[in-house]
């Protein structure tokens, strides 16, 4: 490791991986820092991530492929289940990774191409000069590095954004705070992922089932931290669940963790610094998806870094050309969409989402083409249309 490098990466997730790859692959001299002794460890995620999303980046290898997903159900407070086809369910289904696996390929990635990986390695604050970032201090045999550009991709907790003057505060509403249990000796669709929705099971958020192979899957709840409190924690939910719907079930893993499912601060850029993944606040605010995100801003940063970097232009000014692009792409619009996509579910009603479930339930979903399953669904519904036009207009 040396002390000085044209970017420096802090964090080995997907973010921060696929930025120090791309970023290694155009002949920069890189570092990624992480502060764990091992990469990919311990995971804090259900897995889950869509086919044609994950082959943007990389090729699929059973080595990292948990279990390959054909279809997604969908289960009302009721327990009335909606099952949704490939064609019908989209990106929800594809396949559950075993991201200790995955996540260390990205970064060997990275290190194929050439970049420097520093584990057990904290950045501890920014190296500032002239109002600018330039590098890092960091625990480890190299107590300081500087650098032209430090992408961060330091997750949810996002302290080292912080420090850097970026508020990446995230308000207790936009926090989904989520408990998973991996289960073994469970009854389970091996080839199916199952959301349960409902504000008795999961107030503001979902319940997920993930397979795993056989009889094992990544059971979890995520919960809005508004809603979270003493006896009602996203943990006292799933433990509940799982009584109930798996009693001889055995849990071999546990994880607590957040989900920040709020906007992403109105600049993911300054002198020097750029965000990306969770750090950037970029998780998809109504699935709570944010791997395939973390990788996109993690790409895009680094292309921008290395552009600048050939110019000899590192203002905030010239990297906010990466803000610029990720709002605009399609995922930074899906961002835009589903942020109200969310604020209208969680407005709803265990009655309502029983009633919505209930007739689609109805539906013979082979036989329709999504528009026109939104047709056979509002006659069905007629007060959606309303809800729907309003929805319309918001998006608008
Ligand atoms: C319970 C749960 C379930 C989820 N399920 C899914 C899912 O099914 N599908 C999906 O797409 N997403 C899911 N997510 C979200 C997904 O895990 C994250 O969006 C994704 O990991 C973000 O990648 P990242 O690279 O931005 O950050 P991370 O993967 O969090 O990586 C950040 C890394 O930075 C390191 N780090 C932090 N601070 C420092 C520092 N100062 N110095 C050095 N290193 C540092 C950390 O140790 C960590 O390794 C889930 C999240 C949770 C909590």
Known sequence: MKDRYDVLVVGGGPGGAVAAETAAARGLSVCLVEKRPAIGTPVRCAEGIGREALRE?????????????KEASVV?????ELVLNAKLAGNKVGCVLERKIFDRELVRRAADAG?????????????????????AHLTGAVPQVGADVVIV?????????????????????????????LMTGIDIAPERTVFTVGNTIAPQGYLWIFPKGERTAN???????????PGH???????????????????IEFIAGGVPVCRPPPSTT???????????????????????????????????????IAHGDLSGK???????????SEMGRSLARNYKLREYFIRQTDDRFNRLIHSAAKIDLDEFSVPELIREFVVRNPALLADLTAFRAALS
């Open 76 to 80: 009302a407070p009721d327990g009335t």
């Open 219 to 229: 059971v979890g709840i995520g919960i809005s931290g508004q809603k979270s409190g």
């Open 270 to 308: 300054a002198d020097g610094l750029m965000l990306v993944g969770d750090a950037a606040r970029v998780v998809d605010p109504f699935t709570g998806g944010g791997i395939y995100n973390a990788m996109f801003t993690g790409r895009l940063a680094a292309e921008v870094a290395s552009d600048c």
């Open 233 to 251: 924690r996203a943990k006292d939910y799933l433990d509940r669940y799982v009584r109930s719907h798996f009693p001889d079930g055995r849990s």
């Open 153 to 181: 991709a330091d997750g949810v907790e996002s302290r080292f954004a912080r420090m850097c003057g970026i508020d990446t505060t995230v308000p207790a509403s936009g926090m989904m705070t989520c408990a998973q249990y």
């Open 115 to 135: 970049a420097d990986i520093a584990v057990k390695t904290t950045a501890t604050g920014p190296v500032m000069a002239d109002g600018a970032v330039r590098g």
């Open 57 to 69: 980046f990389i090729d699929p290898d059973p080595a990292w492929i948990a279990a390959e997903i």
């Open 318 to 328: 010239a990297l906010a050309a990466y803000d610029k692009k990720w709002r605009e």
